[in-house]
């Protein structure tokens, strides 16, 4: 056990309760200083030094991403930067990692990639520009922090250094991005990146510069003006008018024992079967914000807190024509930026659906409402079951969103990627403006399978009870082959390459075992390694 | 330990030591026929059941793959087909695999990913179309064999079924290609793929064939003739001129404790200090064919047999101009067809070196020759050293060949790699005509670092020291992360994707702890997981 199995934590925060960043806005800037509190871990047992983070600092962090697109439009670049002295962030605690079950270890390191990439997504595609202003010591997990910023300033100190010391000293990667981040995005050239990942002190000044690891040095005597006129050029080059903002109501979802229930969305837990029903409810009010707001909220609470849930059974219930109706003035509106901000969140979500591993089964039934954003919850699931009923009131529908408008991961729509042999058929799907019955889901590929009522309920008992009978391994990395056919991006390899590299790092002893470098860090034995490379 | 521990086997045979495969030749047709000899395998302790696999097996196929395309140039369709009764193949055996030691299982599963890599790229590059010919159960690596062929035909016996039932019977991943093949080459739908995917028992007849399992459906009454016809209607494809063919003479290497010589190629063994050097030499009589021939063996002993050695060192010797002319020749007459595949040949050894788990570091050297397809080498390697020599005699250079004749796995040429971020320069040094002295290959962003003499040897003693020090799981996924930048494609992704999530597996309890599934396949107790999905 480590942290992360205390029962139930919310993964949700506000500003106002922050223990680890401190929260500045002053359109069209916004600073988020790191100044971890050390006697505040998220978990007991270890102390937060030099800036090192835990989920509980990660927590936070994204949430201020996600508040300053919705509630602060009018901020068009974010500094990051450290609040200790001569220290931007240390990354990751070790002494929290050492102690923490591999399931944890994964989880956590899935968790903060996300908050990353929502970072990039931010700089990318929100007008909100992340500037890292690394004001000393960058090492591990804080320089794969400033890796996910769209420009690094590193202070010119005569000390201060970047690193990427997980290698050399903890015999582990830097799996936050680090290396994907390193090559593939800054495109730094392999044999300099390689004498870097193995550098323990890290590459400072000049050097730094001219290998491509930091956009550049400022002074130290004007660290902080230099670094805000840098954020100001890049405000100044987004001029599309927003605002103003709306707040981010807290979910406060009702937690009991079997369930977790929000406004629009419950999380239904079956434990001794260890499946979920996930179920959206369209109805009166529906709003498709707050509705994957609160499937984002489940879909942690469903990582961290019930890991042996091995099923997601993804339900909806509702009017399709409604979600139609709503996701079409989303589409319409797509200029408008709150529009865009919820298009962006939704497809978020989408990804944090695809990269969860747990097994995915949509259950299509009489009164649900899988059209277009709601789809795609379907055509996220690794299989669909439809019912088909004698009057054909069950139906599937496509909205303008299924186009493009909620990429994978891999940039691809759900819809490409499912009909990677056929790329008209997706074309074709995603404009269809009638719905789809259960004859004509099955003829354009939409869903696995369909039966009658008896049957179909039947079908699903035994698929359910098989699957969860495999091997919960072997069902993780055939989801995560399976569900991204097609090209492989940046965001993409973070998730496939590395990730799935560092998962079998944590699991070898020359890692986590007891004379391996993670479990020795910072006490004075030195590990022991077992050398075959493999 | 476990197979592949014994010393020093031979990774080279001829169609007359075959015992497992046979080897027919009828221009221009080929048949490979899989009849396993059940009692010969690899190292004792397991049966060769039901046409099932172990290295033995691979190797000759390997050997197969590589003489058609240079003995028998007339060839232009290849069938693999079952030589048992009802069993095409049963896929790698599940008693050598359970028995084996993780780093033979990772190296076991890459050598049959090459093997399966080298028929698609005789399908695609040289002309020769391999067809699989299922007369009979096809299951788990037999399908991943089929998968490799560019067409694949079932019979249609109301019976025989493909299937992968890796993750249902062995809580582990079909991975030697197939979970990728199925839907990024085969473009299977990925809700079916997961359906065949958790389906032991597999998918037969007309089924198969619309989820695009296989291309078609041969009655049993006359299988060998209708697959004789789609072979032939493959192979009048193929009009281009090619042979006659040239023997592919064994390399026979002199084996001693500290030492693997070839004609061109050594491979020098520090035991002790845990590295070895790997020396080309171009001398008069060099033959790039003999010489990337040596190369490869040289890899793969290296991988079987001396896993603890975790750095190797790159050299060459001889005349820069004489390899470039080589070079130029090999590039004037890249329209023959044994320019050609003397090119395809020299590509794939480079990729086996690019997804070699050692620690690679080039030294170039007084004396040293690396020029075009031997200055790939040096770009393979993950650090190259220059000496900065007062005379300028030390030098590198450029030919045709660094221009994409030699691709890496995920498509790019090993300049597009280094140079990312700056295409033109990729470009610009393969264009180049003139060496570079040190001066000019650091400028050039060729080499890491450059000293002179006393210097070099110094900061190469101390690197390698470092290096070796290091953990060696931690290299080998750093290696694995910085040598791919830039796109993933189908190849690639097997052996980053689908191969990451497999060593993970292996590692778990779930498939090798003592009650994991491939531990105790066959056995009467059932396999007890831990259920937290992670």
Redesign the interface.
């Known amino acids: 056990m480590g942290p992360g199995c205390s029962a139930g934590f919310a993964l949700e925060t506000h500003p106002h309760a922050y223990r680890h960043w401190r929260f500045h806005v002053e359109p069209p800037l916004a600073t988020l200083t790191l100044a971890v509190d050390e006697d505040s871990p998220f978990v007991p047992g270890y102390k937060l030094k030099l800036n090192s983070y835990d989920l509980g600092v990660d927590i936070e962090l994204a949430d201020a991403v996600a508040r300053l697109r919705f509630e602060h439009p009018d901020v068009r670049a974010v500094i990051v930067t450290g609040g200790l002295d001569r220290v931007f962030c240390a990354g990751a605690n070790i002494r929290m990692l050492a102690a923490s079950a591999?399931?944890f270890k994964?989880?956590f390191c899935k968790y903060t990639n996300e908050t990353r990439l929502a970072m990039e997504d931010a700089s990318a595609h929100s007008g909100q520009h992340y500037i890292a202003a690394c004001n000393g010591t960058t090492a591990g997990g804080g320089y794969e922090l400033a890796l996910a910023c769209e420009e690094i300033y590193l202070v010119d100190d005569g000390n201060s250094s970047v690193s990427l010391p997980?290698?050399?000293l903890?015999?582990?990667?830097p799996g936050t991005g680090g290396?994907?981040r390193?090559?593939?995005k800054?495109?730094?050239?392999?044999?300099?990146?390689?004498?870097f990942?193995?550098l323990a002190e890290g590459v400072k000044g000049k050097r730094a510069v001219e290998w491509?690891l930091v956009d550049g040095l400022l002074p130290r005597s004007r660290f902080q003006e230099a670094v805000r006129e840098r954020a100001l050029a890049a405000a100044a080059r987004e001029t599309r008018p927003k605002g103003p903002g709306i707040q981010l109501e807290a979910l406060a979802p009702e937690v009991t024992a079997g369930a977790v229930r929000y406004r629009h969305v419950a999380l239904d837990l079956n434990h001794a079967g260890?499946t979920a029903d996930l179920t959206v409810e369209a109805g009166p009010g529906y709003a498709p914000l707050r509705a994957f707001r609160e499937i984002d909220d489940a879909l942690l609470r469903l990582r961290f807190h019930y890991?042996?849930?091995?099923l997601v059974m993804l339900k909806t219930r509702g009017d399709l024509d409604m979600v139609r109706q709503a996701d079409e003035a989303l589409y319409d509106n797509r200029q408008d930026w709150l529009a865009h901000e919820t298009l962006l969140l939704m497809a978020r979500t989408l990804r944090r659906l695809d990269l969860t591993?747990?097994s995915l089964f949509a259950a299509v039934e009489e009164g649900s409402c899988f059209a277009g954003s709601l789809l795609e919850l379907a055509l996220a699931?690794?299989?669909?079951y439809m019912l088909r009923d004698a009057a054909g009131a069950v139906r599937l529908a496509a909205s303008p969103l299924n186009g493009g408008c909620l990429p994978m991961t891999h940039g691809l729509s759900r819809l490409q990627?499912?009909?990677?042999?056929d790329p008209a058929r997706a074309a074709a799907v995603a404009a269809a403006r009638q719905p789809f019955d259960t004859e004509a889901a099955l003829a354009a590929?939409l869903?696995?399978a369909a039966a009658d009522e008896i049957d179909l309920e039947d079908e699903l008992r035994v698929a359910v009870e098989?699957?969860v009978s495999?091997?919960?391994?072997?069902?993780?990395?055939?989801?995560?082959?399976?569900?991204?056919?097609?090209?492989?991006?940046s965001d993409s390899?973070i998730f496939?390459?590395?990730s799935?590299?560092?998962?079998?790092?944590f699991?070898?002893p020359?890692?986590t075992g007891e004379r391996g470098?993670l479990t020795l860090y910072g006490k004075p034995e030195r590990?022991q390694?077992?050398?075959?490379?493999?």
Not at 381 to 384: E, G, L, Q, V, Y
Not at 500 to 505: E, L, M, P, V
């Open positions: 591999h399931g994964v989880n997980e290698v050399p903890l015999g582990v990667l290396l994907t390193v090559v593939d800054r495109k730094v050239r392999r044999d300099l990146a390689d004498v990942a193995t491509g260890r890991p042996e849930i091995g591993a747990r699931a690794d299989r669909t990627a499912r009909f990677l042999a590929g869903v696995t098989e699957r495999l091997s919960p391994d072997a069902l993780t990395g055939m989801e995560a082959n399976l569900r991204f056919a097609g090209a492989e991006n390899k496939g390459r590395l799935a590299w560092q998962n079998w790092i699991s070898r020359n890692a470098a590990p390694f077992n050398w075959p490379r493999t």
